[in-house]
T-cell receptor, first 110, second 117 residues
Framework: GDSVTQMEGPVTLSEEACLTI???????????LFWYVQYPGEGLQLLLK?????DKGSNKGFEATYRKETTSFHLEKGSVQVSDSAVYFC?????????FGKGTRLHILP | GAGVSQSPRYKVAKRGQDVALRCDPI?????LFWYQQALGQGPEFLTY????????KSGLPSDRFFAERPEGSVSTLKIQRTQQEDSAVYLC???????????????FGPGTRLTVT
């Protein structure tokens, strides 16, 4: 069945460092892909999305490109802030359901 | 506007007790979803409603789990004879009809943390 694999955390970075969180997927066809974020004490929020191959999703300085050749959707940010500390989930959309990866906890140090 | 709300936020149950978890979706949202999130894991799909119709319950782990949405708005997830492995955060999400299709964007509530002792 469909699945999502993302890098394990926690990931700890200093403020203004570059971020990459790797995500690969296994699926038939080309499902829509997402990154969700869960800030401390808050519910899951959609961070960005890409609905077809080569699409780039972006929001709040984060970007991810849908790469069908490598079945990947890596999350990147050029300069992270303390407020980016959260858990990030890569996910795909299939038959009205969202299939999530296990999540990557990100700590940003001031 | 108001988001998805869930109650209670925390529930402690003794093994063998029945529990009921409530979800209030965003007003007007047609679709409602339940997910289970174990500690350190991503959410996993349990079941899905369009209005009052339960269209998919393939993720419910056992027949002890039951969900309903009788009037197409509020939903209740019931777990009978709780077991320790039921300890998790239960997330509810809702989404809307775009006019031509159902949106893939799901809006999540804060979750109910269930601890079975």
């Amino acid at each position: 069945g469909d699945s999502v694999t993302q890098m394990e955390g926690p990931v700890t970075l200093s403020e203004e460092a570059c971020l990459t969180i790797n995500c690969t997927y296994t699926a038939t066809g080309y499902p829509s892909l997402f990154w969700y974020v869960q800030y401390p004490g808050e519910g899951l929020q959609l961070l960005l999305k890409a609905t077809k191959a080569d699409d780039k999703g972006s929001n709040k300085g984060f970007e991810a490109t849908y790469r069908k050749e490598t079945t990947s959707f890596h999350l990147e940010k050029g300069s992270v802030q303390v407020s980016d500390s959260a858990v990030y989930f890569c996910a795909l959309y299939r038959d009205d359901k969202i299939i999530f990866g296990k999540g990557t906890r990100l700590h940003i140090l001031p | 506007g108001a988001g998805v709300s869930q109650s209670p936020r925390y529930k402690v149950a003794k093994r063998g007790q029945d529990v009921a978890l409530r979800c209030d979706p965003i007003s007007g949202h047609v679709s409602l979803f339940w997910y289970q999130q174990a500690l350190g894991q991503g959410p996993e799909f349990l079941t899905y409603f369009q209005n009052e119709a339960q269209l998919d319950k393939s993720g419910l782990p056992s027949d002890r789990f039951f969900a309903e949405r009788p009037e197409g708005s509020v939903s209740t997830l019931k777990i009978q004879r709780t077991q320790q492995e039921d300890s998790a955060v239960y997330l509810c999400a809702s989404s809307y009809w775009t006019g031509t299709d159902f949106s893939y964007e799901q809006y999540f509530g804060p979750g109910t943390r269930l601890t079975v002792t």
